[in-house]
């Protein structure tokens, strides 16, 4: 990658919003970077311009037939006003892989890392400094050519957006009730479930709209050959202590992988704890569960970080973990991981990178 | 739908492409159909408008978690000049499952069928007449509010846009061959197969791709569970004669239910052809092939009406059907089938609309 980022200032800045009215994904800032993919000419023309609507042909290929992968990373700012990314080699490494995944052309990481830095320095007055607020960072890649041919795009556009968003649980940490889904399912072993692609959510959204109306919070997902192995909970990977032991699903090619798993796995055996990835049936935890060593329950993801899971409803089993309260373990990884997102704990692992002084 | 169709017509019409030079989906007409919907509205505003780009938030929720729905098919001119449709009402039932696999709102079958005669009306002069050529169709549904939130858009955007097409086979019926797909999958019973979402493209074009280079023309697409019985073939449903006996997979939750499909089954029966849908076994089909019973193959679908199979290749085995040859029942429905769509051949099954007289 050879070219050189441009920025072109607004002259019009948008009004901030109140650090508590931020929500999820709802506000954006000033600006956003764009880059564009020509065959033949590869990545080209990365800039950082206003935040300002895109004008695409209605014929462009995302539109059709889905060609478009994302990301989902945080940038957070702690009281000494430092600025840092979680990992963020880690988003553009999955980037890359969801890319291929759907027939798109790969991103230079190490490009795509200092741009992202760059676009986080212009906006950096927009990160919220309230506890457990940030701002969210969208890359995101789809399909611009205008064809109806079954094929693969030839000219793509990428994008990166950044949102301010509230603290996930603005009133303490909150355990989520779940509901197994037992009818739809999210992904299966050579489909594209361990790729960040947009249409792997759109299929979600009808079970979770199902278990709403149920009254849980999240969909768990099993999977799809035998409706028996556990995979991920809504948007989340997930975890449970067991008997002073922690399970997590083995990656089997349908399960996201996810970043904030990983660090989750690297922290626990850090601590001595023991992490075993295995297939997980839905029938040895409900065991677990009545044999009263299903200790603890949670799912990991950007969104959240760390989120307590308090009940679940199983074939119209009702499973109570630890009296719908956050375990400890639960909230220890919760602390240690948000400290060290925020550059406020010593980062052992080499995870936390700061975009200023 | 109370809502009154209006009609804004372009004053600088393209110019239209030579009927030889026409491809498959890269030429747009000069106006297109649009309609909005807003959550408590519903939709509102049906429109044909100039074809033109559209302007959207790039945080628009189709870009991200890939809400968007479409339906393919087409309108003929014959000689006489008449335009005809072949069986819209199919088309706009299954948007309207599809719609609900991704918890869109339905749309309004009659109102749109209505829509689309009348944007084909105002576009008839860019129906090609040439033996084999027709206007494709292509209605779709994409997600519009900017929002990060994994949940079902409020807003939504209906679009018709119409490209001229030509000769699927300009020189005649030209058997494909088929890669037999053990790794990648398509879709899976509990998934979005049988839906016709964005999605489910994006996904298969790797195999695709994967079986040019090897040089196969089309995937034939197995089961997820057990990677062994028979789906469809690239975006095609798919048929095979054995022993005087047609066969064809049996609907199963993953495979898209063509139209060409239930057209092909009825016209079969109307001729006293005994048709089985089945679960059908790669394993039994090339039995069938070394017994020497297998007499013909063919994939069904809007884009190619009927597409003869002359090659497959499956697990290193090759098997050459018919001699690479269109087989006579084959030809057959190709010619009855497009027979009607012309208007040329009498509709005892009343499928084919008149768009004009
Ligand atoms: C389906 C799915 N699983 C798991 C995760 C967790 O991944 P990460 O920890 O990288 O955010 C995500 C993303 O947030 C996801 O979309
Ligand atoms: C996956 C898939 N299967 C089968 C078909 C055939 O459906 P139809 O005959 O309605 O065009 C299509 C659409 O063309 C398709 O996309």
């Excluded at 764009?34 to 590869?42: C, L, N, Q």
């Amino acid at each position: 990658m050879e070219c050189q980022l441009t920025i072109a200032l607004t002259e019009q800045k948008k009004e901030k919003p109140a650090s508590d009215k931020l929500g999820f994904g709802v506000h954006f800032t000033d600006h956003m970077f764009v880059m564009d993919y020509t065959e033949g000419k590869g990545w080209h023309d990365p800039q950082i311009v206003p935040y300002s609507p895109l004008t695409i042909d209605p014929a462009a290929m995302v539109f059709h037939y889905g060609q478009a992968v994302f990301e989902g990373l945080k940038a957070y700012r702690n009281k000494a006003g430092e600025v840092r990314l979680f990992r963020p080699d880690q988003n553009f490494k999955r980037l890359n892989r969801s890319l291929a995944r759907l027939d798109m052309p790969a991103v230079d990481e190490a490009f795509m890392i200092e741009a992202l830095k760059k676009l986080v320095s212009v906006e950096k007055e927009w990160i919220p400094t309230e506890e457990g607020t940030s701002l969210y960072i969208r890359p995101f890649v789809i399909a611009t050519e205008p064809c109806f041919g079954v094929r693969a795009s030839h000219t793509y556009k990428l994008l990166i957006l950044l949102s301010p968003v509230g603290a996930y649980y603005a009133a303490g940490m909150k355990p989520v009730k779940i509901y197994v889904e037992n009818s739809y399912v999210r992904a299966v072993r050579g489909g594209t479930g361990n790729a960040k692609v947009a249409g792997n959510y759109a299929g979600s959204l009808k079970a979770q709209t199902e278990a709403h109306e149920k009254g849980y919070e999240q969909v768990l997902w099993l999977d799809a050959i035998e409706t028996k192995y556990i995979e991920e909970v809504g948007s989340m990977n997930v975890f449970f202590k067991v008997n002073g032991e922690v399970w997590t699903p083995v990656l089997n090619g349908s399960i996201l992988e996810g970043i904030t798993r990983d660090s989750t796995i690297q922290l626990l055996k850090s601590w001595g704890i023991p992490v075993v990835e295995k297939r997980i049936a839905m029938e040895d935890l409900f065991q677990a569960y009545n044999d009263g060593v299903l200790e603890e329950a949670f799912g990991t993801g950007t969104a959240a970080v760390i989120s307590p899971v308090g009940e679940m409803s199983w074939n119209g089993h009702k499973m109570v973990i630890n009296q719908s309260q956050t375990g400890e373990m639960t909230q220890k990884l919760y602390d240690t991981m948000t400290g060290i997102q925020y550059g406020v704990l010593e980062d052992k692992l080499g995870w936390s990178v700061k975009v200023t002084e």
